[in-house]
């Protein structure tokens, strides 16, 4: 019993990575190459820019710090990017970015996947937000 159950787990595990890999191909997931060719929909502004930063206030600004920077302890022990540098170990683009916030950085990183917690929408504007801190560090 218990081992039937694992073993339909496993292959229910397999169809997923299947599914998503075949999304991926036909440039609706967010692999690498279709995220950055993603355009961001929404328009920066600075209504955007405010409806990111609120967003950030709640669910970014424990591990990358109020300003952004990776300022905080915590950052910098577990670390956080800064997101008003030049340097996007995840892509520069803003498909990209939205990419990471959205699917996570990962297995084992602490940059968790945003998917279900934040909307698109608000991870469009998390991008203008984010584009904002790193132009006002110029
Ligand atoms: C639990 C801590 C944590 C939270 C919460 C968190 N992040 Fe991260 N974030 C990280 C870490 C750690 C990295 C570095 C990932 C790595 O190197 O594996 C990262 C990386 C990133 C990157 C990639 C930067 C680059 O240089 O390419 C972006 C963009 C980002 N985070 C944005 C966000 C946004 C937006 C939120 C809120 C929706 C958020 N993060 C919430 C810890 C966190």
């Known amino acids: 019993m218990g081992q039937r159950i694992v073993t339909t787990g496993a292959v229910a595990g397999w169809c997923l990575v299947f599914a998503l890999g075949a999304a991926a191909e036909a440039g ?3 692999s690498r190459a ?13 209504a955007s820019v405010t409806a990111g930063q609120q967003v950030y206030q709640k669910q970014c600004r424990m591990c990358h710090g109020a300003a952004g920077a990776a300022e905080t302890p915590m950052a910098k022990k ?4 800064d997101l008003t540098d030049a ?13 990471v916030i959205q699917d996570g950085a990962g297995a ?16 469009w504007h998390l ?12």
């Open 87 to 99: 340097t996007w170990a995840f892509g520069a683009t803003d498909g990209e970015i939205f990419a």
């Open 28 to 30: 609706q997931g967010t």
């Open 108 to 123: 084992g990183s602490k940059m968790t996947a945003f998917k279900g917690k934040v909307a698109e929408q608000d991870t």
């Open 34 to 46: 279709a995220a950055a060719k993603m355009k961001n929909p929404v328009a920066t502004s600075a």
């Open 127 to 138: 991008v203008n937000y984010i584009r904002s801190l790193a132009a006002a560090k110029k």
């Open 78 to 81: 577990m670390n956080a990017s």
